[in-house]
């Protein structure tokens, strides 16, 4: 229909090599016309690309790894790649079978971690598939890792209640079957914990409640706190957004009034954070998508092993900023 060579057409479609402005918009309305789209297994076979990337996630219903999700699809999306998700449970049959089977079948360009803490021979088996490996987390030595500070993370959040003028600062974080992948709610509690130490203010076993970094657990944790005779908190520190939205929801129903009776804070920068007025560390989820997804297409576009095996570089660290917004406020004795 164009008039022209398979080669030109190819040339056209791809943007490698010289094509005439000429031969090109007839390449394109030619396509236009036929609603032609490249075979995706056709272009694998020519190319030793399937245009397709690879993501593990250790949870797929959490808020924080949809908005990353998000993030990382745009971004790929944008350059014409798909995305294959893949969920890495606790199961250790399910889990075995995405190392062993599924990610040797060769579907996918490069494989993205999303918060997953994995286990020597799981690296070991990502690094035999010969293709890049960008982790966000960590970070390990033999992975590229996007990186964030949670101990500063939760640091942050805390000194800004303490510069308020609190001291009897509660904090909801995770117990130890809910401490995976990296231990990031025991790096949010010590980063927590540091700051008391740092202002000088006594640590109070009472004032911790573990909750499972949801609504629900964040509900029913302040209502716990609240609830206990002489030891009322004037703020709460909640290791994630959700647990302070469902703070929140509690500090309400049990008539308190925040910030002006309770301050909360939280942390990831979660849709609804603005709804409810909540000060939050904004960890810019979707954003270390886009970061994570630009790292793969720039690891594909260059030496592969140079992506793979980096020991003696640093982590890429990710950003993180408070953003104060209504629910805290100086202590009503202050």
């Known amino acids: 229909m164009a008039g022209v060579s398979t080669a030109t057409v190819s040339r056209a479609l791809s943007g490698r090599g010289h094509v005439s402005d000429t031969a090109k ?33 250790p949870f797929l219903e959490r808020w924080f790894f949809g908005a990353v999700l998000a993030g990382t699809a745009a971004e790929l999306m944008r350059h014409g790649y798909d995305i294959t998700l893949y969920s890495v449970t606790e199961d250790a049959e399910l889990r075995r079978n995405v190392f062993d089977t599924l990610l040797r079948r060769k579907r996918v360009d490069g494989i993205i971690a999303v918060s997953i803490a994995l286990g020597d021979a799981e690296i070991e088996r990502l690094l035999a598939l010969d293709m890049p490996v960008i982790a966000i987390g960590g970070p390990d030595p033999r992975l590229r890792t996007l990186t964030i500070d949670e101990v500063a993370v939760a640091r942050l959040a805390t000194e800004h209640l303490l510069a308020l003028g609190h001291h009897d600062i509660a904090h909801i974080g995770a117990s130890a079957e809910f401490d995976l992948d990296f231990h990031i709610p025991t790096q949010r509690r010590q980063g927590f914990e540091r700051a008391l130490e740092q202002a000088g203010v006594e640590l109070r076993p009472a004032l911790f409640e573990p909750a499972d970094f949801t609504v629900e657990g964040g509900f029913r944790a302040a209502t716990r706190l609240l609830g206990r005779p002489g030891e009322r908190p004037t703020a709460i520190f909640a290791a994630s957004d959700e647990m302070a939205i469902g703070a929140i929801l509690a500090a309400r129903e049990l008539g308190h009034r925040v910030p002006a009776d309770l301050s909360i804070v ?37 030496p592969v092993d140079a992506a793979r095996r980096a020991p003696e570089a640093a982590p890429d660290p990710l950003p993180f900023e408070l953003v104060v917004r209504g629910s805290t406020a100086r202590p009503a004795a202050v």
């Open 25 to 57: 918009a007839r390449v394109e309305a030619a396509v236009d016309s036929l609603g032609y789209v490249v075979s995706a297994p056709a272009s694998s076979l020519a190319s030793g690309r399937a245009r397709n990337i690879g993501v593990l996630v």
């Open 266 to 302: 939280g942390v990831d920068g979660h849709d609804l954070g603005e709804f409810f007025r909540l000060t939050t560390v904004d960890q810019f989820p979707a954003a270390q998508g886009e970061r994570a997804a630009t790292a793969m297409l720039e690891a594909l576009n260059g």
